[in-house]
């Protein structure tokens, strides 16, 4: 079975950084679209990025460009989030997930991590 | 304030079908496939609908989808006290080339 397996969230103080990762199994992470969404505490689900399966073309939020990078190492089938510059509004659940296809923008998300929690607070 | 209009909430007795609504505009659901994700309280979104109307294998046939225009719904038939759960749109949308998402939609089965 597809399994997604998050990692690496925490506390981090204002303008801190973190590295998110995302250990894939069962399927070869770099034949399908990989994303990373996000959910505030109480709120809705917001996008963050993108990366396409074959071409590593990224896609990136306005409200994360320039902050984030979203990356994926073939050899560990491992997809990766670098945070930058972190900010209170960054405080999120942040989910990994997988296109159901290797283009981005013609996909859906059909297999979701089990999340991993964000805090950006003094 | 989201992209896409979903209305905060929908509250339904057990049994009737029901639809939840997601508006948009021609950059997203007019020009790109919707998708629909359940997230019950506590856990991982899932996906219920791809492609507008389409389903993965396991979902409850249940659940439909359909799209006309620049506005997409989804459909609850015979609904039951396990569909309580939030319920998310979401489109490619060309002109941000980022996907967005509804705000999402509280169904509650009284």
């Known amino acids: 079975e597809v399994q997604l397996l998050e990692s690496g969230g925490g506390l981090v103080q204002p303008g801190g950084s973190l590295r998110l990762s995302c250990a894939a199994s069962?399927?070869?992470?770099?034949?399908?679209?990989m994303s990373w969404v996000r959910q505030a505490p109480g709120k809705g689900l917001e996008w963050v990025s993108s990366?396409?399966?074959?071409?590593?073309?990224?896609y990136c939020a306005d409200s994360v460009k320039g902050r984030f990078t979203i990356s994926r190492d073939n050899s560990k089938n491992t997809l990766y989030l670098q945070m930058n510059g972190l900010r209170a509004e960054d405080t999120a659940v942040y989910y990994c997930?997988?296109?159901?296809?290797?283009?981005?923008?013609?996909?859906?998300?059909?297999?979701w991590g089990q999340g991993t929690l964000v805090t950006v607070s003094s | 304030q989201s992209v896409l209009t979903q209305p905060p909430s929908v509250s339904a007795a057990p049994g009737p079908r029901v639809t939840l609504s997601c508006s948009g505009s021609?950059?997203?659901?007019?020009?790109?496939?919707v998708n629909w994700y359940q997230q019950v309280p506590g856990k991982s979104p899932k996906l219920l609908i791809y492609?507008?109307?389409l389903k993965p294998s396991g979902v409850s046939d249940r659940f439909s989808g359909s799209k006309s225009g620049t506005s997409a719904s989804l459909a609850i038939s015979g609904l039951q006290s396990e569909d309580e759960a939030d319920y998310y749109c979401?489109?490619?949308?060309?002109?941000?080339?980022?996907?967005?998402f509804g705000g999402g939609t509280k169904l509650s089965v009284l």
């Open positions: 997930a997988r296109g159901e296809g290797s283009l981005v923008e013609a996909t859906s998300f059909d297999y």
């Open positions: 069962v399927f070869t992470l770099s034949n399908y679209a």
């Open positions: 021609s950059s997203n659901i007019g020009n790109n496939p």
């Open positions: 979401a489109a490619w949308d060309d002109s941000l080339s980022g996907w967005v």
């Open positions: 492609h507008d109307d």
């Open positions: 990366i396409c399966g074959s071409t590593a073309h990224t």
